[in-house]
């Protein structure tokens, strides 16, 4: 058995994000020699269950095995059953925790590289509404930079409890590995804990509740910072009531109604004929459908 190749293969099942759980798995395929083997994994996820069908083959000019690619299975209970296969590029790809978040129907930021071999940032997602040919769906390309979607941009729109600067940086990267992540909202000056996830198809961010359930857009508007309801300090003393401008007459007929409803006040001299008073002269005309009498 090749010492270095079996250290390489390790490295590799970490870095994709299986661990050292297939540690001793990988050694015995290694020992039996074979021109190609197969690990399997399965493990429940934080919501259904993960099955996982790792491909390992010998490369035909020497001893040395490469990690080649991988099925992932993900279900949950509500019926959701999704399979896909995932290519590695020299050990490199989709890692186990972004296979979960593209079955579960989100999107992952990746470096790709396109045929010209220029390397670019895009978010991918399965298209999981179309039936999937040999256990593979399409999968949508979103250019980081050219589709439009800015994920600080969309970020700096909630009204998000203010993180330190690592804290915030660990948002952005979970999100972009298409997690749903935990985040605290102010609304009507109380934290509020929500979950948010990147929507780079529609340029947008989701916003769950506790319970899972997504946000509507004007649910969600409630938790924006450009929501009056969600300005602190100056800003919020910066929202004014609408000023309301009413005629001489018609505070005097104000007045005369505040009075009269008081019994220890008496009423003042003169009483008003009709509502047609109240307006100014020129508006005294009866409109069609309108009739003040």
């Given at each position: 058995?090749?010492?270095?190749?079996l250290?390489?293969?390790?490295?590799?099942?970490?870095?994709?994000?299986?661990?050292?759980?297939?540690?001793?798995?990988?050694?015995?395929?290694?020992?039996?020699?074979?021109?190609?083997?197969?690990?399997k994994?399965?493990?429940?996820?934080?919501q259904?269950?993960?099955?996982?069908?790792?491909?390992?083959?010998?490369?035909?000019?020497?001893?040395?095995?490469?990690?080649?690619?991988?099925?992932?299975?993900?279900?949950?209970?509500?019926?959701?059953?999704?399979?896909?296969?995932?290519?590695l590029?020299?050990?490199?790809?989709?890692?186990?925790?972004?296979?979960?978040?593209?079955?579960?129907?989100?999107s992952?930021?990746k470096?790709?590289?396109?045929?010209?071999?220029?390397?670019?940032?895009?978010?991918?997602?399965?298209?999981?509404?179309?039936?999937?040919?040999?256990?593979?769906?399409?999968?949508?390309?979103f250019?980081?930079?050219?589709?439009?979607?800015?994920?600080?941009?969309?970020l700096?729109?909630?009204?998000?409890?203010?993180?330190?600067?690592?804290?915030?940086?660990?948002?952005?990267?979970?999100?972009?590995?298409?997690?749903?992540q935990?985040?605290?909202?102010?609304?009507?000056?109380?934290?509020?804990?929500?979950?948010?996830?990147?929507?780079?198809?529609?340029?947008?961010?989701?916003?769950?509740?506790?319970?899972?359930?997504?946000?509507?857009?004007?649910?969600?508007?409630?938790?924006?910072?450009?929501?009056?309801?969600n300005?602190?300090g100056?800003?919020?003393?910066?929202?004014?009531?609408?000023?309301?401008?009413?005629?001489?007459?018609?505070?005097?007929?104000?007045?005369?109604?505040?009075?009269?409803?008081?019994?220890?006040?008496?009423?003042?001299?003169?009483?008003v004929?009709?509502?047609?008073?109240?307006?100014?002269q020129?508006?005294?005309?009866?409109?069609k459908g309108?009739?003040?009498?």
């Open positions: 058995m090749n010492e270095k190749n250290k390489y293969l390790k490295d590799n099942l970490k870095y994709m994000g299986f661990g050292e759980k297939l540690n001793a798995d990988l050694e015995n395929g290694l020992k039996e020699g074979k021109p190609e083997f197969q690990l994994l399965n493990e429940k996820m934080f259904g269950n993960m099955e996982l069908n790792l491909h390992f083959k010998q490369s035909p000019s020497s001893d040395m095995y490469f990690f080649n690619s991988y099925e992932a299975r993900l279900t949950k209970d509500n019926g959701h059953d999704m399979s896909q296969s995932f290519y590029n020299n050990g490199r790809g989709v890692t186990y925790k972004e296979a979960y978040n593209l079955l579960d129907g989100r992952v930021l470096d790709l590289t396109n045929k010209e071999g220029e390397k670019y940032a895009a978010w991918i997602k399965l298209d999981l509404s179309k039936n999937a040919a040999n256990n593979h769906f399409e999968t949508k390309q250019h980081a930079e050219k589709y439009g979607f800015n994920l600080a941009s969309e700096g729109k909630l009204n998000l409890v203010k993180l330190p600067e690592e804290k915030e940086k660990q948002l952005m990267q979970s999100l972009e590995k298409g997690n749903r935990a985040a605290n909202f102010i609304k009507d000056g109380k934290e509020t804990p929500m979950f948010i996830e990147a929507n780079p198809q529609f340029k947008a961010i989701n916003v769950y509740d506790t319970s899972g359930r997504q946000l509507s857009r004007f649910e969600k508007d409630q938790y924006l910072k450009t929501n009056p309801a300005e602190v100056e800003n919020r003393a910066a929202v004014k009531e609408p000023v309301v401008m009413i005629s001489p007459k018609q505070k005097e007929s104000i007045n005369l109604e505040k009075k009269s409803n008081d019994k220890t006040v008496k009423p003042l001299p003169g009483k004929k009709s509502i047609k008073e109240l307006l100014p020129k508006e005294r005309g009866v409109k309108l009739k003040i009498s």
